[in-house]
């Protein structure tokens, strides 16, 4: 997967309504994200592989683990996204370059944080898959 890189602080004219769509946008893909690692779990305890298949046992549980540990990520970037979109509304009362400053920076590392996060479950999800349609009966 192609990597792209987002420099840190390169948008500071986004308005308001720019700000809360993108975390709205983000807080949505995420919860997504927590569905489809829901579903690859369930998928991963079903009894669909071939068990001839060596190690299969632990390859499924190194995956899983793999899960539990993007799950974690997801609920704290959930929970700072949530805390973010709460905090671009009270913007709109603040009119001050500091405030736009202040706010545009916060929004800019959780943005990178969260682009980040989702290219590596997306390149996670594409060797997980590749991995198990090999397997499946």
């Known amino acids: 997967?192609?990597?792209?890189?987002?420099?840190?602080?390169?948008?500071?004219?986004?308005?308001t309504e720019?700000?809360?769509?993108?975390?709205?946008?983000y807080d949505s893909r995420l919860s997504l994200?927590?569905?489809?690692f829901d579903f690859f779990k369930h998928?991963?305890?079903?009894?669909?592989?071939d068990a001839k298949t060596p190690n299969l046992f632990e390859e499924l549980e190194l995956w899983k683990q793999q899960i539990d540990?993007?799950?974690?990520?997801?609920?704290?970037l959930t929970q700072e996204v949530q805390k973010q979109y709460n905090e671009v509304?009270?913007?709109v009362e603040c009119d001050e370059v500091s405030c736009d400053d202040y706010f545009l920076r916060a929004y800019h590392d959780t943005e990178l944080e969260v682009?980040?996060?989702?290219?590596?479950?997306?390149?996670?999800?594409?060797?997980?898959?590749?991995?198990?349609?090999?397997?499946?009966?």
């Open 18 to 25: 720019e700000l809360q769509f993108n975390l709205a946008f």
């Open 69 to 76: 540990e993007f799950m974690t990520v997801a609920t704290k």
């Open 33 to 36: 994200l927590a569905e489809e």
């Open 89 to 91: 509304q009270l913007k």
């Open 115 to 137: 682009v980040t996060f989702l290219t590596q479950t997306a390149q996670f999800k594409s060797e997980m898959m590749e991995y198990l349609q090999g397997l499946i009966k």
């Open 1 to 15: 997967m192609k990597k792209h890189k987002i420099h840190k602080y390169a948008y500071t004219d986004k308005s």
């Open 43 to 49: 998928v991963l305890s079903s009894h669909i592989f």
